[in-house]
């Protein structure tokens, strides 16, 4: 902890102390600081309704939670993840959030407490596994959220800052360092950090794995007195035009951030409580809107029971009953209502008739003539010279010769004009 006066040491020692990393403005200390909670089992932390809670899960300590344990000095660098849940439920409470970039790097919660839950002690699971060895350990967070003093503070800005992801910005440095420079710029008595969200959680894309593009993150900031001129600047209809045409918003105090923040003055929002009108509005009475009936009288528990069965007879009866009659009607038009071949020649002129038997007629003659079809043999495989003496050999049948009995495949014995080959005998006798 830097040093501090003696009045800011007191402090410190006497409210301060106890609170598991909130971020507070210290009037009399003219600086903010952080404080970080250490990971124990079943620890108490105290944070403030309507300031920053930040709690880190540091990997160091649940490294000697595991077997085999490791020695003094010794370094292991096993990869450990974390999962936080509400004691009795799957998930966090609302206003809790958990984040860990990667499974060597340390788990944050984080959040607003709201002032719905001061006095009510919400109890955090926290489940650390060893990817390498699949060992567990378990350790309780008990979170008691405290009432903080002028909750909530009256005046509100949210900043929205690009260069920055939100693990980076929940650190108690980074934090320090934006809230020192908001501090320069607005000059408040008693400064908080309310929340952080990151940019993600608004709708906003993953960046591109270039140029070490960064997600953006919102910090939103209280503070008890009005909002500064340079502040205000972004509200002029100058910079107002420039923000509609996506061009930087000339602002002076920009100068202040830039070294560290990269600030979307487009993005950031001031919030007046003081300036807000209550949205109730009185009830008046006429056209549209239903007399009071009074409370509502449920029915007794004495009712008689009603009969059912006639109700269930109605039910199927009717429709069956319709379903019959139109079965019946169906019927007799398709069964009885059938005119027939012999009163549909009566009624066709008789040159259709003959025209249609005539098609008829022909379409069979085709159809019995294409069953009996047989092809003849192709005369390009027929040989055209004499394969002994090399003369051309004449056509095997005439022009008028009628082939369509002829055969596919003609065997040897088929072909005219085949020149038989000598067999070469065998030495030996002939046997009769």
């Given amino acids: 902890m830097p040093a501090l006066p003696l009045k800011c040491m007191l402090y410190y020692l006497e409210h301060v102390s106890f609170l598991p990393f909130s971020v507070s403005y210290l009037s009399f200390c003219f600086s903010v600081y952080t404080i970080l909670s250490k990971v124990h089992s079943d620890r108490n932390v105290y944070p403030s309704a309507g300031v920053l809670f930040v709690h880190v899960l540091e990997r160091e300590y649940f490294k000697g939670e595991f077997p085999p344990y490791p020695k003094p000095g010794e370094i292991s660098n096993d990869p450990i993840t974390f999962n936080t849940n509400l004691m009795g439920y799957p998930d966090r409470p609302g206003w809790l959030r958990y984040i860990q970039r990667t499974p060597y790097s340390d788990g944050v919660l984080y959040g607003s407490p709201t002032i719905e839950n001061v006095g009510k002690p919400t109890i955090i699971e926290i489940t650390a596994y060893n990817r390498r060895t699949f060992e567990t350990a378990r350790h309780n967070l008990i979170i008691n959220i405290m009432s903080a003093e002028d909750f909530p503070l009256p005046y509100q800005a949210e900043f929205f800052i690009r260069n920055m992801n939100v693990e980076e910005m929940l650190a108690s440095e980074v934090l320090g360092d934006f809230l020192g420079a908001v501090k320069n710029v607005w000059q408040p008595e008693r400064l908080n950090a309310i929340n952080i969200t990151s940019a993600l959680d608004r709708g906003g894309r993953v960046p591109l794995p270039i140029n070490d593009m960064k997600e953006g993150v919102y910090v939103m900031v209280g503070a008890d007195v009005p909002f500064s001129s340079c502040l205000r600047e972004v509200e002029n209809p100058q910079n107002q035009l420039r923000c509609s045409q996506e061009m930087e918003p000339l602002i002076t105090c920009d100068k202040k951030f830039r070294t560290q923040f990269h600030i979307d003055w487009c993005k950031i929002s001031l919030v007046d409580n003081t300036k807000q009108v209550s ?75 003959v025209h249609h038997s005539a098609i008829q007629k022909s379409t069979k003659e085709l159809r019995d003539m294409s069953k009996n079809r047989e092809i003849a043999w192709p005369l390009s495989t027929l040989p055209v010279f004499h394969p002994v003496t090399g003369e051309i050999v004449p056509p095997l049948h005439t022009d008028n010769y009628d082939n369509t009995s002829m055969p596919l495949m003609q065997t040897q014995q088929n072909l005219p004009h085949q020149t038989q080959i000598p067999q070469q005998q065998t030495a030996g006798k002939w046997y009769s």
Avoid at 301 to 319: C, G, H, N, Q, W
Avoid at 332 to 342: F, H, S, T
Wanted: charge should be negative; proline fraction near 7%; glycine fraction near 6%.
């Fill in 279 to 353: 949205t109730f509005q009185e009830v008046i009475r006429g056209e549209g809107i239903l007399p009071d009936g009074g409370e509502y009288k449920p029915p007794s528990d004495t009712l008689k029971s009603r009969d059912y069965y006639s109700d269930f007879l109605i039910t199927l009866a009717v429709p069956s009953a319709i379903a019959l009659v139109l079965f019946l009607i169906l019927a007799y038009i398709m069964c009885c209502r059938r005119e027939g071949v012999e009163k549909r020649n009566m009624q066709t002129p008789d040159i259709q008739l």
